[in-house]
């Protein structure tokens, strides 16, 4: 099963794609199509309004996404697409960079080095020497004294 949120956007976009132009709808591949159609919310109603734009309209983001793979991938010239990628490849990137900065690996391991050094330094262990009572040296010897004849 999908998830709903998926299935309303697959939903949306057969809606939309209702208004493109039939060579356009033609150059996406039947079974994208029939994806859309086989996962869609068959209870969920969308009314698209060919007069505004997407932003103006209720249009979910996920079904947003889609509107924007299926231009890039199908509708786009070479130099739109690549620009597209690019842009797509460069956002990653910073995001990439956001999430090293808030984790900050280097420094988590250099303050895991520290804390330990630090344990280290304040938990010094001595040997204790073990003084074996009085009886027990005297049993011992005797003990040693049998075993060596």
């Known amino acids: 099963m999908v998830n709903i949120e998926y299935a309303n956007a697959y939903s949306e976009v057969l809606e939309i794609l209702k208004y493109i132009s039939k060579e356009d709808y033609e150059k996406i591949p039947e079974n994208k199509i029939e994806l859309f159609k086989l996962n869609s919310n068959k209870e969920y109603k969308f009314i698209y309004n060919p007069e505004k734009t997407l ?16 231009f890039r991938d199908y509708w786009a010239t070479q130099i739109q697409r690549e620009k597209i990628i690019s842009k797509q ?61």
């Open 55 to 70: 932003a103006e309209q209720n249009v979910s983001k996920r079904a947003k996404a889609i509107i924007g793979i299926l």
């Open 89 to 149: 490849r460069n956002d990653r990137l910073i995001l990439e960079e956001q999430k090293k900065a808030s984790y900050d690996i280097e420094n988590i391991f250099k303050k895991r080095n520290t804390s330990s050094e630090i344990e280290s330094k304040e938990e010094t262990t001595e040997m204790v020497v073990y003084k074996a009572n009085f009886i027990t040296r005297i049993f011992n010897k005797i003990k040693n004294f049998f075993k060596t004849k």
